[in-house]
Structures are given as structure tokens and as C-alpha cells.
């Protein structure tokens, strides 16, 4: 007979989860730099909000129901995931570093909607699950929401709830950032700013890889 989970201790998870997933989350990072970008430019922020929430949440149930122990049993997919993160950030930093030297790169919109959507999507899903720092979260979450026993689902419901909240801000809040972005200088200030930060999450974990 399965025991049933009160509304309390599910509440409560519920709760944890949540503020462990804001924890996780609100953190300035690769994800962010490209959502607050795209929020700025009003390009396809809703699709990609969709799209980060859709991978957050289909991951976070996955890893409180086993994702670390697929980790554990394959220690080599988190060393290829770790390089392919490095490629992938490296990649977008120089790209956002080039932007910055040549000025109003947030002004010149792709007259091509279906690819820009496309490509937006495609970044969207690369900040994501190629990048370490993703799967790090996902086995904290999985190792946590083992102490809330038959509660563990409630505790990711409150995580996933946490995704949602923090993309949403970001990617509709940046906005009401949009009014001081009609300068191309400033422009080039952001992308410097991303450029710095991709290039620094990079560098940073290629040194963890060859520690």
C-alpha cells in the first residue's frame, strides 16, 4: 500500500524547492547574458523563455528521478560536456567581443525572421545543455530532493516553479532596459560586459578541466 504524502510535508517541499531553485538560478551567467540581450532587443523573448523553461524543467524532473545516476555510471560525459561548454562559450564570446569593437550590433535585426528564430533557439538550447554549470545545478537538485523521501516531486515542482519565475524576470523585465539602449555605445558596453563574462566562464572551466 503507497503511503500517502501529506499536503504539509509536499507544501513544505514545495517551498525548498523553490528557494533552492532561486539560489541556483539568479546568478549572472551565460544564460542570463543571453537572455537579458535578447530581452533588450525584444527579439523572440517569448519562444526562448519557452524553450530555457521547457529543457530547465524536463531535466529537473529527470534528475530527481536518476539523471546523477546516469552521470555516475558514465564519469566521461561530464568531461565532454565540460570541453564542449568551453567551445561554446568561446565561441559566443567572441562573437558578442566583435560586436562590441563594431558598435550598434543590437540594432541590426536579421531580415530573415524564420532563421533568426531558428538561431535564437538554437542558442537558447546551447546555453543551456551545453554548459556545465547547467548539469552541476541538475546534480545538486537530484541530490537534494533525496531527502524529501515521497515528497522528491513536489520538491522539483517547486524548483521548476523557480525556472519560470527567473526567466520570465529576465527576459520580460529587460525590457524597461530597452529606453537606454538606443545609443550604439551603449551597446557596445553590454556586449563588451557579456563578451567578459562568456570569456571568463570559459576560461574558468578549462582550467577546471585541466586541473
Not at 570541453?83 to 530573415?112: E, H, I, K, P, T
Not at 560586459?193 to 578549462?206: E, M, R
Amino acid at each position: 500500500m503507497f503511503s500517502v504524502v501529506s499536503a504539509q510535508a509536499a507544501g513544505s517541499a514545495w517551498l525548498s524547492g523553490a528557494g533552492i531553485g532561486i539560489g541556483l538560478f539568479a546568478i549572472v551567467g551565460a544564460q542570463s547574458a543571453f537572455i537579458l540581450r535578447q530581452g533588450i532587443m525584444r527579439q523572440h523573448v517569448i519562444p526562448i523563455i519557452a524553450t530555457c523553461f521547457a529543457i530547465d524543467a524536463v531535466f529537473i524532473l529527470a534528475s530527481v528521478t536518476g539523471l546523477r545516476t546516469l552521470t555516475e555510471q558514465m564519469p566521461w560525459l561530464t568531461t565532454v560536456l565540460l570541453w564542449g561548454g568551453v567551445a561554446f562559450l568561446s565561441c559566443y564570446a567572441v562573437m558578442s567581443a566583435r560586436r562590441a569593437m563594431q558598435g550598434g550590433g543590437g540594432m541590426q535585426l536579421d531580415d530573415n525572421a524564420e532563421q533568426s528564430l531558428r538561431t535564437a533557439l538554437m542558442a537558447a538550447a546551447g546555453f543551456s545543455i551545453i554548459n556545465p554549470h547547467f548539469w552541476l545545478d541538475m546534480m545538486v537538485i537530484g541530490s537534494i530532493a533525496e531527502n524529501f523521501g515521497e515528497s522528491r516531486m513536489a520538491f522539483a515542482a517547486g524548483v521548476v516553479t523557480a525556472s519560470g519565475v527567473w526567466l520570465t524576470a529576465q527576459g520580460l523585465g529587460a525590457r524597461l532596459l530597452a529606453p537606454l539602449f538606443t545609443k550604439p555605445s551603449t551597446w557596445r558596453v553590454l556586449d563588451g560586459t557579456i563578451a567578459v563574462i562568456l570569456s571568463v566562464l570559459a576560461l574558468t572551466l578549462a582550467l577546471r578541466g585541466v586541473g
